[in-house]
């Protein structure tokens, strides 16, 4: 049972590239989130999913997309990278009334 | 606006001893509190919860007392062992059902 798995784990853009980052979930969670963490900040909602081919913005969504094609899969695109994008980006899911339970995370530096 | 404070980047204890993490919120709709545990490189950890319902939630060493008046909660870790070390983030929400606001975090040392 491998929970919440993020791909990839590092990844260097060049400012204006794009790039998608992947969350799977194989515990059937209806609910996921993706989170960004910066230094001496706590995480940031930046989209989530109530259930499959639902999407909705959190907290700071600009620059991101997602999408919820099947159940088990989030994904996040940045469609044009920007250093202000440099971050720690986490995936959550979560069952009804239980805990979100997260991924270890993508480190993503835009030069 | 930060909706959910954690006033003490940090706090160092000693090994045995009792280790106290507290979280400020704003709003006053958040009606479940949650903390997590982060290791370096690693994802956070669910720890332990409340709802408003109870002020206080027990879980072996760790221990969370929420006071809804003063809109404070305190995460208490008795006795702290070494490798209790790491950030311990406070999250709240408007129901369990709905998305987490999480504070910046307390990084906790438990020296020897």
């Known amino acids: 049972n491998a929970g919440v798995t993020q791909t990839p784990k590092f990844r260097v853009l060049k400012t204006g590239q794009s790039m998608t980052l992947l969350c799977a979930q194989d515990?059937?969670?209806?609910?996921m989130y993706w989170y960004r963490q910066d230094p001496g900040m706590g995480l940031r909602l930046i989209h989530y999913?109530?259930?499959?081919?639902?999407?909705a913005k959190g907290e700071v969504p600009d620059g991101y997309n997602v999408s919820r094609l099947k159940k088990q899969n989030f994904l996040l695109g940045l469609e044009s990278a920007a250093p202000s994008q440099t971050s720690v980006y986490f995936c959550?899911?979560?069952?009804?009334?239980?805990?979100?339970?997260f991924g270890d995370g993508t480190r993503l530096s835009i030069l | 606006d930060q909706q959910v404070k954690q006033n003490s980047p940090s706090l160092s204890v000693q090994e045995g001893r009792i280790s106290i993490l507290n979280c400020d919120y704003t709003?006053?709709?958040?009606?479940?509190f949650l903390w997590y545990k982060k290791y370096p490189a690693e994802g956070p950890t669910f720890l332990i919860s409340?709802?408003?319902?109870?002020d206080k939630n027990e879980d072996g060493r760790f221990t969370v007392f929420l006071n809804k008046s003063a809109k404070h909660l305190s995460l208490h870790i008795v006795p702290s062992q070494p490798g209790d070390s790491a950030v311990y983030f406070c999250?709240?929400?408007?129901?369990?059902?709905?998305?987490?606001?999480f504070g910046k975090g307390t990084s906790l040392l438990v020296t020897p």
């Open positions: 959550a899911s979560r069952d009804n009334n239980q805990p979100q339970h």
């Open positions: 515990m059937n969670h209806e609910y």
């Open positions: 999913s109530v259930g499959e081919g639902t999407t």
């Open positions: 709003n006053s709709m958040f009606d479940y």
């Open positions: 409340i709802s408003s319902i109870k």
């Open positions: 999250a709240a929400s408007a129901g369990s059902g709905y998305a987490l606001n």
